[in-house]
């Protein structure tokens, strides 16, 4: 019997469902390529060689510098409305962009904070809490997706099975083997915010898209982790599921 043959009818509905947000979340960059001109893999030429020897040590210290901000605003403001933390962050990506590299690089862990409180808000809204320390490491695992730049066609779904490796991972182990992989996502949103006259729009539009992207992936990672709860079935028959769903063709 396969995978599939054990996928009743009305989780393969709830899947299509997180297949749909999958395919949305991974759709949106496009409008920054068509802003700034470019292809995704070249953004990063844009920086400058001591800002790409850096961008893994700056990424690492907005995340903790978000950890730690998030957990201790988690008291005192309530979560936002998904449509709040985009305009939040929009507004925030156009001031960053305004002043060029320096003010892009002081905007990091700001957006990363308001990206992070966001993925903690939709863990709370599937019925998970957020000041759980695993649930706090699946937030971060969100990060470890592939960004709204990269072409994703459901291959690269190793962020959703890394719940498996959760477990006993320190929260600074964790970091370092995210760090990379958000490095260069957050590499290519600083340079689009690097570009001459249109840095403003870019930081803007970027921004936009990197909240939709992480908010829809947060909705993807935490759905699929309440139908593991609801149906039994183990996380990789889930995965795999979800991959086919993700690079089948949509009904029309």
């Not at 308001?114 to 808000?121: E, W």
């Amino acid at each position: 019997m396969t995978g599939t043959d054990l996928v009743a009818a009305d989780i393969r509905t709830d899947i299509a469902e997180l297949a749909r947000r999958h395919r949305a979340a991974s759709g949106v960059g496009i409008q920054i390529l068509n802003i700034v001109g470019g292809q995704a893999e070249n953004l990063l030429e844009r920086l400058p060689d001591r800002v790409k020897d850096r961008l893994e040590e700056a990424t690492t210290r907005a995340l903790e510098v978000a950890l730690r901000a998030a957990a201790q605003s988690r008291s005192v403001v309530p979560d936002q409305k998904g449509w709040l933390n985009t305009a939040l962050t929009t507004a925030m990506g156009a001031a960053g962009g305004a002043g060029g590299l320096p003010t892009a690089l002081a905007e990091l862990p700001v957006t990363t904070t308001v990206l992070l409180r966001a993925i903690q808000g939709i863990a709370a809204e599937h019925g998970f809490d957020p000041d759980d320390p695993e649930v706090q490491k699946e937030c971060l695992a969100v990060f470890g997706s592939a960004g709204p730049l990269a072409s994703d066609d459901g291959a690269d779904m190793a962020f959703l099975t890394a719940r498996v490796t959760l477990t006993g991972a320190t929260v600074h182990g964790l970091l370092a083997r995210i760090a990379p992989r958000l490095a260069t996502v957050m590499g290519q949103k600083l340079a689009t915010q690097t570009i001459p006259v249109i840095g403003a729009a870019a930081g803007a539009a970027t921004n936009y898209a990197y909240t939709s992207y992480y908010q829809e992936m947060a909705r993807v990672h935490f759905g699929l982790k309440r139908l593991e709860a609801r149906s039994g079935l183990p996380r990789e028959t889930l995965v795999e599921e979800l991959r086919r769903a993700v690079t089948a063709r949509p009904s029309r």
